[in-house]
DNA sequence: CCCTGATTCGC
DNA sequence: GCGAATCAGG
């Protein structure tokens, strides 16, 4: 397979959505995932993180670099679907998962009907792929309801390294099991999972006090 | 063991 | 330029 203009394209435009080598590779067809990676490095668009130069720290430390944070617009009020706070059993294997980056636990809980956020459906419209939204995206939110459907429902005993550890139900009672799915990454759930309990980037920056 | 991207180096 | 093999990490 070579790498024609229009799989380029394809490359540069999943790898800028964040996309993994691998997923990126199998949407590709005929190549690896190393392939993509080697690919993606000779593009030159490795990481966003190209730093242009070494500058030396003693000159203008104080120039502050303005984050080019673009906010994005959040009209809507953050449907804040509540409902139990106080069940806080955190499933917690013996492994200690530190993470560095900042990431900040969304306020879903478990098992809670979540309220259907309305979802402006164009009929004719394949609605562009476009990365904006910082709450919870309905999407990923009715891809968890389908998910604890298909969930494998396996108990604490049977959790592992890589079974989704998300609970469903109520600790309570007879009716709680965690989802068993496979996780993806190092991440302690499944990816339907990691993305309503994790939020993307910055989600808001109240820091005015 | 699963996955991730980064790098090397023969082709 | 390409990508398998390898490396380094979660």
């Not at 000159?59 to 984050?67: H, L």
Request: proline fraction near 12%; aromatic fraction near 4%.
């Amino acid at each position: 397979m070579a790498w024609t203009d229009e799989r380029v394209e394809t490359l540069k435009r999943m790898w800028g959505e964040g996309a993994s080598a691998s997923t990126i590779a199998k949407e590709l067809g005929g190549v690896t995932r190393n392939a993509v990676i080697g690919k993606v490095h000779r593009l030159g668009l490795s990481n966003r993180n190209q730093n242009k130069e070494e500058e030396a720290p003693a000159a203008a430390a104080a120039a502050a670099p303005a984050a080019p944070e673009v906010v994005p617009p959040a009209p809507e009020p953050a449907p804040e679907p509540e409902a139990a706070p106080e069940v806080a059993a955190a499933p917690e294997p013996e492994e200690e998962d530190d993470d560095d980056e900042p990431r900040t636990m969304a306020a879903v809980p478990h098992g809670t009907n979540i309220t259907p956020l309305r979802k402006p459906l164009m009929a004719g419209q394949p609605l562009p792929p476009q990365p904006s939204a910082n709450e919870i995206s309905a999407e990923a939110l009715a891809k968890v309801n389908a998910v604890e459907k298909t969930a494998k429902k396996i108990s604490l005993m049977e959790l592992t390294e890589r079974t989704c550890k998300w609970p469903i139900g109520d600790p309570a009672t007879e009716k709680f099991w965690f989802c068993g799915l496979p996780v993806q990454a190092g991440k302690p759930y499944c990816e339907a999972h990691v993305s309503v309990a994790f939020q993307p980037m910055s989600s808001r920056r109240d820091r005015r006090r």
